[in-house]
Structure formats: C-alpha cells, structure tokens
C-alpha cells in the first residue's frame, strides 16, 4: 500500500472513532439526562406530597385553634354557672320567706364565691383610690380641683378594673384630681 493510501486509511479510521466515540459521549449524556430527569420528576413528586401534606397540616391545626378558642372559656364558665344557682336559689328563697337579710346574706356568699372565681383564675382588682394616676391601669372620666389631694392623685373610682395575670383586663374608670 501506498504511503497515500495508508494515511487517507487512517484519517478514516480516526474519524470513525471519534464518531464511535461521539456517540458514546452523546449515550452517556442522554442516559446521565434521562437520570437527571427522572430524579426531577421523583424531587416534583416529593415536593407535592410533602407540599400537599404541610397544607393538611396546616388545616388541621387552624381548625383545632378554633375547636379550641370556642370552648377555651368552658372552666370558667362552669365555675361561673355554680354562681348563677346559688344566686337563682337565693332570689327563689327570698321570694317564698321575704326575708331580706337572708337574700343580702346570700348575695354576699354568692359575690365571695364569685371573687374566689376571679382568684383562682389569676383575676385581680387594681388598685385606684388614692393612688397616682397611671393611665396604663387607669381611665380618667372625669377630672376634679380637690386641695386635699394631690395633683393627678385618683379621688373616686367609679368602675373597678382588672388585671389577669399582670395584663389589664379592664382599667378602673377614676375620677382625677387636676389643679
């Protein structure tokens, strides 16, 4: 064979291999990206679950908050209802003896037991007459000039307030002394 020949032969034989070679390559590309993209579909498939799971989730726990907050007050209220028999009792004896004492007597238990409620819940009246005005715990309705007392001194409480667990509930509405 000719030197010619020989070489033409080889060029060939070279870009026959890398044509093997290119399609090797490319049988290894598309087989790495039908991976790749059943991984993908695998990942997009977990993502839903899991996505679709956590708004389940989601719902469950909403719903349970308002199971929760509709019947959150159900202890108290029970104690309150103990409250509301022994009044009615009281209203219904006074009724048949006309006794008043007795019905004062009972309203005094009744409103003992009722301030027994409030403690044990972490319910507490604060403190108005005779203190400084604060308005965090106080609401100023009417304003007075009194010598007697000191500027912004609180002279009459005429609502009491609140705190539950130092947080008010409600704020004594005061009248203040205001020079």
Not at 7 to 27: A, G, I, Q, S, T
Not at 135 to 159: F, G, K, R, S, Y
Request: proline share 2%; aromatic share 6%; with cysteine.
């Amino acid at each position: 064979m000719s030197k010619k020949k020989k070489v033409e032969e080889e060029k060939v034989e070279e870009v026959l291999n890398e044509e093997k070679v290119e399609e090797v390559v490319e049988e290894t590309l598309d087989e790495k990206m039908a991976k790749i993209e059943a991984d993908l579909e695998d990942w997009k498939s977990a993502y839903a679950r899991k996505n679709a799971e956590f708004q389940n989730f989601t719902k469950r726990k909403q719903n349970e908050l308002e199971e929760f907050r509709k019947y959150a007050s159900e202890k108290v209220i029970l104690k309150v209802l103990e409250a509301v028999d022994n009044l009615e009792r009281g209203v219904a004896a006074s009724v048949e003896t006309k006794d008043f004492d007795a019905l004062v007597k009972g309203v005094e238990m009744t409103l003992s037991q009722m301030h027994g409620i409030m403690n044990t819940e972490g319910v507490e009246p604060i403190e108005a007459l005779g203190e400084e005005f604060d308005p965090h715990l106080h609401q100023a309705v009417m304003t007075e000039n009194c010598e007697e007392i000191d500027n912004d001194h609180i002279i009459m409480e005429l609502q009491k307030g609140y705190k539950m667990k130092e947080r008010v509930i409600r704020p004594s509405m005061v009248k203040v002394c205001k020079k």
